[in-house]
């Protein structure tokens, strides 16, 4: 199995062989984007949920959500980490992304009761809920740890809308299935919106 890793060594070796003209390095960089898009970036999810099932199923909705994402966006992310709740002030967030800095790699940490907050526990097996309330988040914190490795001291702003959009792309990549279903209901959907807003 291809990893990164290996891509890039595999780069490295390219580049002395072919050597260090601007054309060489053209071609170079093509083939590693190439490659690196196949490579399966292999991220850790470590899940300390008290609950079995829980930890089983949400290994499983993750797992299945990753296929959507293209692998160069994963460059740099070395795990997941699904609690409970998140420790200090971020109780009551969702979910938050941590950049890599010296002492630690770049990660996401998931709070299982935070997705899930005020929300009946059964929604989880239906198939369409439980997986779309972890997607929105999960994509959410992987479109910031994106837009992080594509752009350096990025105002907190433009962070959060750029993580918007990537998760609103990568729901449409997911569940683009369901919306074939759900999309008859989107008129009732805006009206229900609209009398709750007035």
């Known amino acids: 199995m291809l990893t990164h890793v290996t891509v890039v060594q595999s780069h490295k070796d390219l580049l002395k062989r072919i050597g260090n003209g601007v054309i060489a390095q053209l071609i170079a960089y093509n083939i590693l984007k190439i490659a690196l898009n196949k490579a399966k970036i292999m991220i850790k999810i470590e899940n300390c949920l008290c609950n079995r099932f829980y930890v089983y199923y949400t290994n499983r909705v993750i797992n299945k ?10 460059l740099g992310l070395e795990k997941i980490v699904i609690s409970d709740f998140l420790s200090g002030n971020y109780k009551n967030s969702a979910a ?11 990660l996401i940490e998931i709070s299982f009761y935070a997705v899930f ?11 369409f809920v439980g997986k779309f309330l972890l997607a929105s988040v999960l994509y959410h914190e992987i479109g910031h740890h994106y837009h992080h490795s594509l752009k350096h001291g990025v105002r907190k702003n433009k962070s ?4 918007e959009n990537y998760k609103k792309e990568m729901l449409k990549k997911a569940f683009w299935s369901w919306r074939i279903f759900l999309s008859p209901l989107a008129p009732f959907a805006k009206f229900m919106a609209n009398r709750h807003n007035n």
């Open 117 to 127: 907050h005020k929300k009946p526990i059964v929604l989880m097996l239906l198939p």
């Open 65 to 74: 959500l990753f296929k959507y994402i293209p692998q160069n966006h994963l």
């Open 160 to 163: 959060e809308i750029f993580a």
């Open 96 to 106: 938050l992304y941590w950049r890599k800095n010296d002492s630690s790699p770049a």
